[in-house]
């Protein structure tokens, strides 16, 4: 059983930026999703565990980064110039063994950490 921690979020302006950590209890793969209010839940990132390969969303493709610190089992997503549309509920997510944009491919999942981007 692997435990996701997240952290970071809040409130912020348009064009501004935010970032999310989420710790692990394991080594995984891991990535983030987000739902926006009314929408489905939507791929933003994800990074591999032992190649540290990146694979964005579209919609964040050029504004948000994943990044990983292996030694602490730590996944961050940079978030830079945010727009209101980026506001969502962001959930960490982690597997053993996928790596992909499916949501239904992700194990473990954390809690969610609210973004939200005010105009």
């Known amino acids: 059983q692997l435990q996701l921690v997240e952290s970071g979020g809040g409130l912020v302006q348009a064009g501004g930026s935010l970032s999310l950590s989420c710790a692990a209890s394991?080594?995984?793969?891991m990535g983030w999703f987000r739902q926006r209010p009314g929408k489905e839940r939507e791929f933003v990132a994800a990074i591999a565990h032992i190649t540290s390969v990146t694979i964005y969303g579209g919609s964040v493709k050029d504004r948000f980064t994943i990044s990983r610190d292996s030694a602490k089992n730590t996944v961050y997503l940079q978030m830079n110039n945010l727009e209101p549309e980026d506001t969502a509920l962001y959930y960490c997510?982690?597997?053993?063994?996928?790596?992909?944009?499916?949501?239904?491919?992700?194990?473990?999942w954390g809690q969610g950490t609210q973004v939200t981007v005010s105009s």
């Open positions: 997510v982690a597997d053993l063994r996928r790596f992909t944009q499916s949501q239904y491919a992700y194990e473990y």
């Open positions: 394991g080594r995984a793969n």
